[in-house]
Nanobody
Framework: QVQLVESGGGLVQAGGSLRLSCAAS????????MGWYRQAPGKQRELVAT??????NYADSVKGRFTVSRDNAKNTVSLQMSSLKPEDTAVYYC???????????????WGQGTQVTVSS
């Protein structure tokens, strides 16, 4: 069993910055991928940024503004957001793909979500 705890959400003015953090705990042998997704009102959940520790994927809408990073020793992943826009307003969800044993398949886990609101 894996638990994800997110923090750092809040209200910020357009052009401002915000940093989200996520800590994974529980029965973790290894983590393959960690990252962030988001869901705006009336829209589907979409990828924001993920990393395997080797490769990084960013949504085109956040490329150049957001930076995802992970600390393998602490099983944490962060999302540094800058030059925020009102369209970045959404619930942001932490994502982790982990396994309990080396011979077990990776499984997906999701955080509860943290609200990010960007005002004009």
């Amino acid at each position: 069993q894996v638990q994800l705890v997110e923090s750092g959400g809040g209200l910020v003015q357009a052009g401002g910055s915000l940093r989200l953090s996520c800590a994974a705990s529980g029965s973790i042998f290894s983590i393959n991928a960690m990252g962030w997704y988001r869901q705006a009102p009336g829209k589907q959940r979409e990828l924001v940024a993920t990393t395997t520790g080797i490769s990084i994927n960013y949504a085109d809408s956040v490329k150049g503004r957001f930076t995802v990073s992970r600390d393998n020793a602490k099983n944490t992943v962060s999302l540094q957001m800058s030059s925020l826009k009102p369209e970045d307003t959404a619930v942001y969800y932490c994502y982790v793909a982990s396994r309990t044993t080396y011979y077990r398949p990776y499984e997906d886990y999701w955080g509860q979500g943290t609200q990010v609101t960007v005002s004009s």
